[in-house]
């Protein structure tokens, strides 16, 4: 009986060191520990992907040989001329755009034919030039401050999470919104929020006014400033006034500083919509642009002819 019994008592013991060592064995390699599990949770989706499995947003049928509308906006204030936009009317062309069937789409997805669209859905560009303080200012408490182009999106964004601030900032670099130099807040912000910056020049001249030097230098050093913000190049460039150099051959590449500077795409200043880069005829350096004015040509009247039917937009099939 106690040879017995000191068996039953081995046994027991050799049961729990094989179960204390199984617990202590490290995972294999096709079982990922708690870290690699939420590191895989984290990555994120394909926008493209993602795009496509979301609920039809028009019953246009697909046409992705029509045209697209890149939307042209400056100051976002009340004043004279085509260059403002005052907060109720940008209210309502986002109200408009979302009802029409657009949904934001950045000026770099448009060239490189990758624009994350659910189906049924038409590409808006919209595009903010001249780095003007009204497009993005901060509250004291370092809130957006809800006058501003950013905060007016925003706060749209809330009730339409299929339109976000998604959008690009032709900027020009030392006078980012009024920004202080040392004071990184907006830009991360504009990051953040899925938008891009892109090059309008350092100081805005009319280039078919400057030295090709000049103007390699207009365009260059914007370049340095933003890759030094964090902006990823090549990237889009907007021309001041819509007006090219004296030799255009320069915004398809150029030798500058030690460097080779080239650009995606190049956009105009006004006064229709864009053609789609599957069309043969796309120009990525000559794309124009819709001012958001309410005269002739301007926003107002090419969303009154697309309610008409007298435009053919982009649609996502």
């Known amino acids: 009986m106690k040879r017995n019994s000191l068996y ?10 094989i179960a204390l060592a199984g617990c202590s064995k490290a995972p294999s390699a096709d079982t990922p520990s708690p870290d690699t599990k939420a590191e895989t949770k984290s990555v994120p989706k394909d926008p493209v992907a993602s795009a496509a499995s979301q609920k039809r947003v028009s019953s246009r049928p697909g046409n992705l040989g029509g045209t697209v509308f890149v939307a042209e906006y400056h100051n976002f204030k009340v004043g004279k001329g085509d260059f403002f936009r005052t907060k109720e009317q940008f ?3 986002l109200e408009r755009f979302y009802s029409m069937g ?20 038409s590409p808006v560009v919209i595009t903010l030039d001249d780095s ?14 809800p006058n501003c182009a950013v905060g007016i999106w925003q706060e749209f964004a809330k009730t339409h999470l299929d339109f976000p601030v998604h959008g690009t900032f032709f900027v020009l670099p030392d006078t980012l919104w009024a920004r202080k130099s040392n004071d990184d807040r907006k830009v991360k912000l504009i990051y953040s929020l899925g938008s891009e910056l892109a090059n309008h020049t350092m100081t805005h001249p009319i280039l078919s006014h400057l030295t090709d ?16 913000l964090g902006q990823p190049l090549p990237g889009p460039m907007a021309l001041p006034f819509g007006v090219s150099p ?28 864009a053609k789609s880069p599957n069309n043969p005829k796309f120009n990525r350096f000559r794309v124009p642009r819709i001012i958001a004015t309410t005269v ?17 937009p982009y649609v996502q099939p």
């Open 91 to 93: 209210q309502s062309d």
């Open 132 to 145: 003007s303080p009204t497009q993005l200012q901060l509250m004291p408490d370092g809130s957006v401050d």
């Open 296 to 312: 002739p040509y301007g926003l107002d009247f090419w969303l009154d002819k697309l309610k008409a039917g007298k435009v053919k």
């Open 246 to 273: 004296k030799h255009v051959s320069i915004l398809h590449g150029f030798d500058w500083n030690g460097k080779h500077v080239v650009f995606t795409g190049v956009f105009l200043n006004g006064a229709e919509p």
């Open 213 to 228: 030097d000049k103007v390699k230098w207009e365009l260059g050093t914007a370049n340095e400033k933003l890759e030094a």
């Open 102 to 121: 657009f949904r934001p789409v950045l000026a770099s997805e448009y060239l490189a034919n990758k624009m994350p669209l659910p189906p049924g859905a």
């Open 8 to 17: 039953s008592r081995l046994s027991i013991v050799l049961a729990l060191a």
